[in-house]
């Protein structure tokens, strides 16, 4: 059965759960037509180690679809990153305590890449479904877009026909009880919105880009 690869990181900055893993695991074994199945990944949120897991994830499943999700703090909105940079600059330590600044993903690599997902197909098709999501033109320079930019790198020499791309989620309702004003969504909403990105992933080719 062909392979979907859905990965979500550990909570780091203090909180006790990550919206990324939980909308993951909620998704493990998930089965599209006896023909796909999910497959759920969970990454340290350590630099190095989040880019070891997913490779060795793609590598071992050949996935014909990975989606990567991770948390942003403050976004009300699912976030459909559409460039991974290359470029590493953390405003806090890692899980592992390493804070790397002003630092190259790949040192060989381009500037940046794009996500090959069908990012407007997606979010044409959450929006049919009231659920609120934008494209987002920067996935940080933090763990996310580390291990974006690193799965983009793989794929570009690796698997070209493989589909990829990262997702952040907002706080789920619990994280922002102590948080007045900061945005969250619920866990079932989070949960439908992946399931409508990995059938539309699915059955689109990657955004056509005009010349
Ligand atoms: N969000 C962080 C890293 C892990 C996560 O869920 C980020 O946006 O880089």
């Avoid at 949120?45 to 071992?60: D, G, I, P, R």
């Avoid at 940046?112 to 979010?123: D, R, V």
């Avoid at 920067?138 to 983009?152: E, T």
């Amino acid at each position: 059965m062909a392979k979907v690869l859905i990965t979500g990181f550990e909570p780091f900055a203090g909180e006790s759960v990550n919206p990324s893993w939980q909308v993951a695991s909620a998704l493990q074994g998930w089965q599209l037509d006896d023909e796909v199945e999910v497959t759920a990944v969970k990454l340290p949120c350590v630099f190095k180690q989040s880019l070891l897991t997913v490779e060795q994830a793609v590598n071992q499943l050949k996935p014909v679809v990975v989606i990567m999700l991770g948390q942003a703090a403050g976004c009300s909105q699912l976030m459909l990153e559409k460039i991974a940079s290359n470029f590493i600059d953390a405003n806090i330590a890692d899980n592992a305590g390493q804070q790397p600044r002003n630092c190259l993903t790949a040192s060989h690599g381009p500037a940046a890449y794009f996500s090959n997902l069908p990012l407007n197909a997606m979010l044409q098709a959450l929006h049919l479904q009231n659920i609120p999501a934008q494209l987002s033109l920067s996935a940080g320079s933090f763990v996310c877009n580390h291990s974006f930019y690193g799965l983009m790198h793989l794929i570009k020499n690796q698997y070209v026909s493989m589909r990829g791309g990262f997702i952040h989620l907002p706080y789920l309702p619990e994280q922002v009880l102590l948080k007045p004003g900061s945005p969250s969504m619920e866990l079932a909403t989070q949960i439908t919105a992946l399931k409508i990105c990995i059938e539309v992933s699915l059955q689109q080719q990657a955004d056509q880009l005009m010349a």
